[in-house]
């Protein structure tokens, strides 16, 4: 049986907007002479940081603990001198006007705490990623469909539609980012850039040649599935 011709190619839709939120990850950090020390001087730091948050509006569902670490403390000359306890949490602010209130508020804790992440974030980041999938399959129609016209064949069904993981979200372009550990706010200049969402499909599509009714017309896309991730 011959095979019947098909075309694959790549599409990629991009999309730019403006961020709406930020995650910070606040570390604490406590050095003591013994592990017992160590952890009950965290838990007082992690206390007066629930504390300050709560006086900040910020609720218990935006605030969650990713790390909780106890590392040995080595001198110069490597020996064990102490304990150190370490705690990471993710803090989401919904206004971008509260991480210098948050951060002038925590700055009575001291040299334990450092923001050691900042990411900004979109409550439509769905919708956002969306948008460019549909982008990135119009491309990718449109570049086998010029492959098809330059051929002089027609462009038949979809035969496949898979979404690559070079697909998602990324960081800000041309944002700034200027953090002194606590050093409190006057030394913080925030500029959140464009968050960036990018999608790029590969697409499968049956190519036929032109009946005798259709001789001399521009190829057209015939309706089909349009397939399934």
Do not use: N
Not at 6 to 30: K, Y
Not at 94 to 112: C, F, I, N, P, Y
Not at 119 to 137: K, N, P, Y
């Amino acid at each position: 049986m011959k095979a019947r011709p098909w075309i694959e190619t790549v599409g990629i839709g991009r999309l730019s907007a403006d961020p709406d939120g930020l995650e910070l990850l606040l570390e604490l950090s406590a050095r003591e002479p013994t592990v017992g020390e160590a952890l009950g001087r965290l838990a007082a730091a992690t206390g007066r940081l629930a504390t300050i948050l709560d006086s900040q509006g910020i609720p218990p569902s935006d605030r969650r603990t990713e790390t909780l670490a106890l590392e040995p403390w080595h001198g110069r000359t490597g020996e064990l001198v102490g304990q150190v306890a370490r705690r990471v949490t993710l803090v989401r602010l919904r206004d971008l006007d509260q991480v210098g209130r948050l951060l002038s508020a925590a700055a009575d804790l001291g040299d334990g705490l450092h923001v050691s992440q900042l990411r900004w974030t979109s409550s439509r980041a769905q919708e956002f990623l969306a948008e460019a999938r549909r982008l990135a399959v119009q491309d990718a129609l449109g570049r086998a469909s010029e492959a098809a016209v330059a051929a002089r064949l027609l462009l038949g069904r979809v035969l496949r539609l898979e979404e690559l993981p070079e697909s998602g979200a990324f960081p800000a372009r041309g944002s700034r980012q200027h953090m002194a550990a606590m050093a409190g706010p006057a030394q913080l200049e925030l500029d959140p850039g464009k968050l960036e969402y990018s999608v790029l499909v590969r697409l499968r599509c049956r190519l036929r040649k032109p009946g005798s009714g259709e001789r001399g017309r521009r190829p057209r896309r015939e309706p089909g599935p349009a397939g399934r991730r």
